[in-house]
């Protein structure tokens, strides 16, 4: 993912059509976290950057979204 992650992350669960719930579960964090990310409060650090790249590939390859 490019800088401005928090847009992207935020973009991409809607393409997905998945709670913040739905992602912080898939990746291993809290529905707290992801609402940071997708504020801008915190930046997501690169292992989840690429765990929420390898995600959106696993859903694409499902037909969801996108």
């Known amino acids: ?20 719930e739905d992602i912080a579960s898939r990746l291993g964090v809290s529905y707290k976290t992801v609402e940071r990310w997708e504020t801008g409060k915190v930046k997501p650090r690169r292992v989840i950057q690429m765990a929420f790249t390898t995600l959106a590939q696993q859903l694409n390859k499902q037909g969801r979204g996108l």
Do not use: A, H, V
Not at 1 to 20: A, F
């Open 1 to 20: 993912m490019k800088e401005g992650n928090q847009m992207d992350i935020k973009t991409l669960r809607s393409s997905y059509k998945l709670t913040r």
